[in-house]
């Protein structure tokens, strides 16, 4: 996935975050995260990474409540997410291109 694909699935799924690890542009073995709040927004040092900082390099956290602990599920989002971009053209005007795509260490 890539970075827009996160944000799509944030939104579509009306979450209240998500995260993307990814090395970016950099080589693979340097990879980070990209930090999604609700609603699609991205969060900064404005919105609440510099607390998200200052948590992690304190390593003081509370100890989980087992009975109010979340949960996960995998899913796949491609195909929505495929749709949604191709509700933005027509694609009968895509038939006499030729494309090449190189993800590189990315999506």
């Known amino acids: 996935?890539?970075?827009?694909?996160?944000?799509?699935?944030?939104?579509?799924?009306?979450?209240?975050?998500?995260i993307e690890v990814t090395a970016s542009h950099n080589p693979m073995?340097?990879?980070?995260?990209?930090?999604?709040?609700?609603?699609?927004?991205?969060?900064?040092?404005?919105?609440g990474l510099r607390d998200i900082q200052r948590l992690a390099e304190a390593n003081d956290f509370p100890p989980v409540n087992e009975a109010a602990r979340g949960s996960y599920r995998q899913i796949t989002l491609r195909d929505a997410y495929i749709d949604h971009l191709l509700g933005y053209i027509d694609i009968k005007n895509l038939t006499p291109l030729k494309l090449v795509l190189n993800s590189g260490n990315g999506a």
């Open 1 to 18: 996935s890539g970075t827009e694909e996160i944000y799509f699935a944030t939104f579509h799924l009306g979450v209240d975050g998500g």
């Open 29 to 47: 073995d340097y990879n980070g995260m990209k930090l999604v709040r609700g609603g699609a927004r991205p969060i900064s040092g404005d919105t």
